[in-house]
């Protein structure tokens, strides 16, 4: 199905605070036990990147899976922390992820999705997360 996203990102870092917002179109199909988003996110002077967001119905994974340039592969399940890679120009990064939340709220047509999440460097606390993404079916 076709959607229109509506992406809300915040990231804090000690006492500042990051909000990030993006909208955009892209595919949603579900299965029995997931949904799937997928979309592309145009960056500053690169190609394209694709992106694909599987989050489980029963909450408790959410799998971000970036490729373009640059490839990066998050995993946030709640209560659980991952080791994860995320690509940039200077090379890979292994950083762990802890999730602590994730909601899933999908009526065939409209939802949300929403995640919150740490993300550490050598055990060390880099910054809490959270992601809002919302859907709706594109009427065009």
Not at 17 to 23: S, V
Not at 33 to 53: C, L, M, T
Not at 126 to 133: E, F, G, P, V, W
């Amino acid at each position: 199905m076709q959607i229109l996203i509506e992406i809300i990102g915040t990231q804090r870092v000690d006492n500042q605070r990051d909000k990030i917002e993006l909208t955009t179109t892209g595919i949603l199909t579900e299965s029995e036990s997931e949904y799937i988003v997928e979309y592309d996110e145009q960056q500053e002077q690169s190609d394209p990147v694709n992106v694909k967001v599987v989050i489980s119905k029963d909450e408790g994974l959410v799998e971000m899976t970036r490729s373009g340039a640059y490839d990066s592969r998050l995993i946030i399940e709640s209560s659980n922390r991952n080791l994860c890679h995320y690509g940039s120009e200077y090379g890979d990064i292994l950083m762990g992820i802890s999730g602590h939340s994730i909601s899933a709220d999908f009526d065939g047509e409209n939802g949300e999705f929403e995640f919150r999440y740490d993300i550490d460097i050598n055990g060390v606390i880099a910054s809490r997360n959270s992601l809002l993404m919302k859907v709706k079916k594109n009427q065009e």
